[in-house]
């Protein structure tokens, strides 16, 4: 919002001189801090940003992301033993698995996924909209919440960590 004032000035008679008691224009490096805040922001409150990730714990979750981009359980070859799945992956068609790793079942992926205390990290779509296959397989002890406080260790299938 702008006022008005007119003050005298010798021979030149009234002139007229805005003054803003608006802020001024944010600077390029500000904004990008404003929009990085705004998205830190909708993520902390639930919501999902394009191109933002989450962390889950929860079977039916991950299932059902992972099969809709055509991935299936995996463990990488030579990794396991006779009771040991080994290290767990999931596989996507048309990637660089086909060598070095081996099909298990959901129930042996998910079982070795509780058993080592596991969530995902995943991305729904990249920032331009797309399908994103990213993924993560982390420690539950390193995930924290959106309210900064660890999240759940143990089987908390029906959880999703945020």
């Known amino acids: 919002m702008a006022t008005t004032k007119k003050r005298a000035s010798g021979s030149s008679g009234a002139r007229t001189t805005a003054k ?13 801090s404003n929009s990085a ?3 830190s922001t909708a993520a902390a409150a639930g919501r999902r940003t394009a191109g933002s990730s989450h962390t889950t714990t929860n079977h039916q979750e991950i299932r059902r992301w992972a099969e809709e981009r055509g991935a299936k359980p995996a463990c990488v070859k030579g990794t396991g033993g006779q009771r040991d799945t080994g290290m767990i992956r999931l596989d996507f068609p048309g990637y660089s698995g086909a060598d070095s790793l081996e099909e ?12 080592n205390n596991l969530a995902l990290v995943v991305q729904a779509e990249t920032k331009s909209g797309q399908k994103s296959n990213f993924n993560k397989l982390v420690s539950r002890d390193n995930v924290t919440s959106a309210r900064g406080g660890r999240t759940r260790t143990g089987k908390d299938h029906g ?4």
């Open 104 to 115: 298990i079942t959901w129930d042996e992926f998910f079982q070795a996924f509780d058993e």
């Open 20 to 32: 803003s008691r608006s802020k001024p224009a944010a600077s390029a490096k500000s904004k990008s």
């Open 159 to 162: 959880r999703t960590a945020r």
């Open 37 to 39: 805040r705004s998205s």
